[in-house]
């Protein structure tokens, strides 16, 4: 780990510059979501499948427990008896099987939507994947186009051992031809999901566990069901000057924890929830850094290779005359996933490693 503990020091009066933070912070949270409506994850993701079908018959779902399960973390709760067996198919357990019946499905002109009941067990189904559906439009000339979409749980949950712990998304963004999404919010789940089952390209869709519960406000444009988030796209959930942090999935609100800590000691973080991995939101990313100058990078997966390093790769070959400071990178633990909750704990990125990093950054660090 790149950090264990930060140390909190909290204003003790109303200047006007701890004012204008805590106005800053009010209107970032307004800009979070328009209006009072909240909604889980999980039902995000499950009205995006469910309007994606009624609006297109080409569109099914295929996986283990999807249909008379409902699905084991319950996404797809509700689709079988509306949509019929012919549409909601519940598989035996063998990933390579079922994808690559998925895949040969969208080769026909089909859309389907392939669950894995974890993303670790995409392994079994890689090769399907990569070498069938992320080649097969280029190799083809653009005569074959791949419409599917490949979703589940990714990263780390709680207490399931080094084997259901990885995240994939370094894996899989750095093969041409994929198309990677990590949703955060509600907002983010159905918006994104809805513009992966459209697209005409495969798209993997990494979702967390750990936030399939959580619950989100929600605008009324986002509960249309014509809504959709372009692909490509980061946003920045927080405004800020003096230094930015990049991120997705789950570690966005630790990110956010992790900015309202830095408020209360006088540093104003951005955030960027990266939502797309692969296309990489390079624009919005090399903006922020040239206006705060300072960068602090944060993912769940393995140091080597990783997300984070490929932002750092970038910010350093476009904006490295903007910086201020070193690139901070704060990622998990350069080891197999502990099973000890203990040291599952410090296998991963905590909010003080990144207000560690951050005061680092703006050489705040005691």
Known sequence: ????????????GFSASSLRRMRSGLVSARSYAAGSKE????????????????????VFVMGEEVGQYQGAYKITKGLLEKYGPERVYDTPIT???????????????????????????????????????????????????????????????????????????????????????????????????KAAIRDPDPVVFLENELLYGESFPISE????????????KAKIEREGKDVTITTFSKMVGFALKAAEKLAEEGISAEVINLRSIRPLDRATINASVRKTSRLVTVEEGFPQHGVCAE??????????????????????????????????????????????????????SK
Not at 5 to 12: I, K, S
Not at 221 to 232: K, N, Q, R, W
């Open 1 to 12: 780990m790149w950090g264990i503990l930060g140390r909190r020091a909290v204003d003790g």
């Open 39 to 58: 909604m889980t994850v999980r039902d995000a993701l499950n009205s995006a499948i469910d309007e994606e079908m009624s609006a297109d018959p080409k």
């Open 95 to 193: 990933e390579a099987g079922f994808t690559g019946i998925g895949v040969g499905a969208a080769y026909a002109g089909l859309k389907p939507v392939v669950e894995f009941m974890t993303f670790n067990f995409s392994m079994q189904a890689i090769d399907h994947i990569i070498n069938s559906a992320a080649k097969s439009n280029y190799m083809s000339a653009g005569q074959i186009n791949v419409p599917i979409v490949f979703r589940g749980p990714n990263g780390a949950a709680a207490g399931v051992g080094a084997q259901h712990s990885q995240c994939y998304a370094a894996w899989y963004a750095s093969v041409p031809g994929l198309k990677v999404l990590a949703p955060y919010s509600a907002e983010d789940a159905r918006g994104l999901l």
């Open 221 to 232: 444009e986002a509960l249309d069901s014509s809504f959709c988030l372009p692909i490509g």
């Open 311 to 364: 932002i750092c790769a970038s910010v350093v070959e476009e904006s490295f005359s903007y910086l201020d400071a070193p690139v901070e990178r704060i990622a998990g633990a350069d080891v197999p996933m502990p099973y000890a909750a203990n040291l599952e704990r410090l296998a991963l990125p905590q909010v003080e490693d990144i207000v560690r990093a951050a005061k680092r950054a703006c050489f705040r």
